[in-house]
């Protein structure tokens, strides 16, 4: 009885202090923040749909960290101070793959910008109301040539995270609709009756290219209602 009391005791002792520890446990501090950029530029995405990978070489268990980008190309990930690999995640983003592994020194805080390469950018942007429409011109620069343009869409919602998985209504024309890119395209929607009774929405075009899964987006823009 002895033997098994001075045993149960000994579990305790050690659960205690195992649960000590744990709450013991400091969680990281430093902080990674940069951007996806395309000539210097954030590429826009849709939020946290397109990942970075991180990597921490030199410890037994090595996996990867993800790391959401937010719709404005920015991204931020707390984490311990140590060195770092980080690389775009492989066919995830709307660019080509890339393999190019970036080394980043974590010390407090660090900062990095994420150069990609897109396969479309949208530029000369313009969304505006007109009566019942909401309208949108903008061009349409190729940038990487290995794939297809898709299509193009205009999205609106009633909030700053407006996507192809977060609007309120679409409009959309495909890439056989758009024979010369030198030229400007225009994407017109027609307010619903569960859009048009708000004060205001948010629009933001977005650029499909072929057997690529994710969409690179201009910025939302906040449309009047009322």
């Known amino acids: 009885m002895k033997l098994k009391l001075l045993a149960y005791i000994t579990l305790g002792l050690v659960l205690t202090l195992a649960g000590c520890a744990k709450d013991n446990y400091e969680p990281p501090t430093s902080v990674l923040s940069g951007r996806v950029v395309y000539n210097d530029q ?88 007109n009566a019942n429409t909401i309208d949108a011109t903008f061009n349409l620069q190729q940038v990487n040539t290995s794939r297809k343009l898709e299509r193009v869409n205009l999205y609106i919602g009633t909030t700053t995270i407006v996507d192809a998985n977060n609007s309120g209504a679409n409009a959309q024309m495909l890439a056989s609709s758009i024979t010369n890119l030198s030229q400007p395209v225009t994407l017109s929607i027609n307010l619903p009756a569960s859009l048009s009774s708000k004060s205001y929405v948010y629009a933001r075009i977005g650029v499909k290219t072929e057997g690529v899964g994710e969409l690179v987006y201009s910025a939302p823009v906040k449309i009047q209602l009322k």
């Open 42 to 129: 954030p590429v826009g995405v849709r939020s946290n749909g397109v990942q970075l990978e991180l990597w921490q070489p030199g410890f037994q268990l090595y996996q990867k960290i993800p790391i959401y980008v937010a719709q404005d190309g920015t991204f931020s990930a707390s984490l311990f101070d140590g060195d770092y690999k980080l690389i775009p995640l492989r066919g995830n983003g709307p660019w080509a793959t890339k393999t190019d592994t970036i080394n980043v020194q974590v010390r407090g805080s660090a900062t990095v910008d994420v150069p990609v390469d897109p396969y479309f950018v949208i530029k000369n942007e313009k969304v505006q109301r």
